[in-house]
């Protein structure tokens, strides 16, 4: 079992920078790719970006694509959301997860789940 918590959401205005951190505990003797999803109100959860379980590899949705980083620091068993440029439109709850295998934009994919940290990007 794994068990995973999101910090670092907030209230930022729109252009500003965000980092959120995702923190794992539990059985974790071999974590695999990690992925962050958001979900805005009235929306289906949607992915962000995916890092592979070394960190040398990453994912990410269109959307996000160069203005999101992923990172991972793998002795703190914590995973990173950095956010430049924010929209309003990236307005949601932020989640993160763990894959069963390797980096995927596949929400059935992901077998551990936090509980989600707010982020909210005013105009």
């Known amino acids: 079992q794994v068990q995973l918590v999101e910090s670092g959401g907030g209230l930022v205005q729109a252009g500003g920078s965000l980092r959120l951190s995702c923190a794992a505990s539990?059985?974790?003797?071999?974590?695999?790719?990690m992925g962050w999803f958001r979900q805005a109100p009235g929306k289906e959860r949607e992915f962000v970006g995916s890092?592979?379980?070394?960190?040398?590899?990453?994912y990410y949705a269109d959307s996000v694509k160069g203005r999101f980083t992923i990172s991972r620091d793998n002795a703190k068993k914590t995973v990173y959301l950095q956010m430049s440029g924010l929209k309003p439109e990236d307005t949601a709850v932020y989640y993160c997860?763990?894959?069963?295998?390797?980096?995927?934009?596949?929400?059935?994919?992901?077998?551990?789940w936090g509980q989600g940290t707010q982020v909210t990007v005013s105009s």
């Open positions: 890092i592979s379980r070394g960190g040398g590899s990453t």
């Open positions: 539990g059985s974790i003797l071999n974590i695999n790719a």
């Open positions: 997860a763990v894959s069963r295998s390797g980096i995927t934009d596949r929400r059935g994919a992901y077998l551990y």
